[in-house]
């Protein structure tokens, strides 16, 4: 009987062991920022009280930004070293598996860049 072993490239220590640490304390920390997310812009508010002047009034205070950054920022990044680990399991061509990854790491840096440029910018009323 044959057997079948493939290469799997050994990963840094650092690496993961860095990329496992923030995944318990983002995920800690997203817990309360997602339900104070979910009690601010649903509960506490609807639909029909949400709109520009809303988030202007909002946005105009540091500490809401800094939320907002946090917010997008941990849940973002989280999600992304989530799908890592996906692509680790399911992408067995090393080929494949890193080209994934460097889109996953082009693509996620452009989506916060432009989520950051919108919180710092701010909204501009007409």
Not at 12 to 29: D, H, N, P, T
Not at 47 to 63: K, N, Q, S
Not at 81 to 87: A, D, E, K, T
């Amino acid at each position: 009987m044959a057997t079948y072993t493939r290469a799997v490239p050994q990963p840094r220590a650092k690496l993961e062991l860095y990329a496992w640490i923030f995944m318990r304390l983002s995920g800690v920390l997203l817990v309360p920022l997602a339900f104070g997310h979910l009690a601010i812009m649903h509960i506490i508010n609807n639909v029909h009280t949400i709109g520009l002047d809303f988030v202007a009034l909002r946005w105009a205070i540091l500490g809401w930004r800094i939320y907002d950054a946090a917010l997008l920022g941990f849940a973002f990044i989280h999600g992304l070293n989530g799908l890592r680990y996906v692509v680790d399991d399911y992408v067995h061509h090393p080929g494949w598996n890193r080209a994934i990854k460097n889109v996953m790491v082009v693509g996620g840096a452009l989506i916060l860049l432009i989520g950051s440029a919108a919180l710092i910018g701010g909204v501009r009323r007409p």
